[in-house]
């Protein structure tokens, strides 16, 4: 299995190419340079693995939600790519990509990207038998003080959801953290990860249905609002 995989839906930019039984992997945390980097950085994969766009079975992307410009960025790379080669896609949450850097033991993860405006991206997540993480519920954009959390014994949290509401974020475990890192980032091996069990069971889709989740149904400020935010 040759997969190529793109998570651009943070600060971090990163691709992936899933090679046979190998999975090598470029990131760099670059805000605004994703446009430039992406395609260079696949490219830079390929060679590495010494095949070329045409020997690629499939295109994996990080589908979001995260930053408005970096998940179109994503979605219009991999769609682009799937259409000139006639490849199928597997979208994949880029809160599970994110969860899928917690330690592996018994406790829930909770995966968090600040989503500005003093809310977070949030997802619930679990490692499942395969050492894939599973969701324990839905994603939401909200207050990070109204975040939801099913019931658990203890809680891994991630993400830079953390590390700027991690005050309030606290207040809703149940109890401290069993680890916390607000410094981690979807990253674009771990999409791989996620999608190559879908891929290898048929459920990529046409390039046209691989559709981004922003989560906000409104993803831009008015020029007043925009006003009153700085105020």
Known sequence: MNLLAIETATEACSVALLHGEALIDRSELAPRRHAELVLPMAEDLLAEAGITRRQLDGIAVGRGPGAFTGVRLAISVAQGLALALDLPV?????????????????AAILAAIDARRGEIYA???RFAADGLVEALGGEHVLAASAVILPEAEGWNVLGTGWSAYGDAIRERLPVLP???????????????????PLFAAGRGVAPELALPVYL??????????????RA
């Open 123 to 125: 997802g619930t997540f």
């Open 90 to 106: 597997v979208p994949v949450s880029s809160l599970a990509a994110l969860a899928m850097q917690a330690p592996k033991n018994d």
């Open 178 to 196: 069993r680890w916390a890192d607000g410094n981690r980032y979807p990253q674009a091996c771990d999409v791989a990860r996620l999608a190559a």
């Open 216 to 229: 906000r149904d409104k993803v831009a400020l008015t020029l007043e609002e925009q006003r009153d935010a």
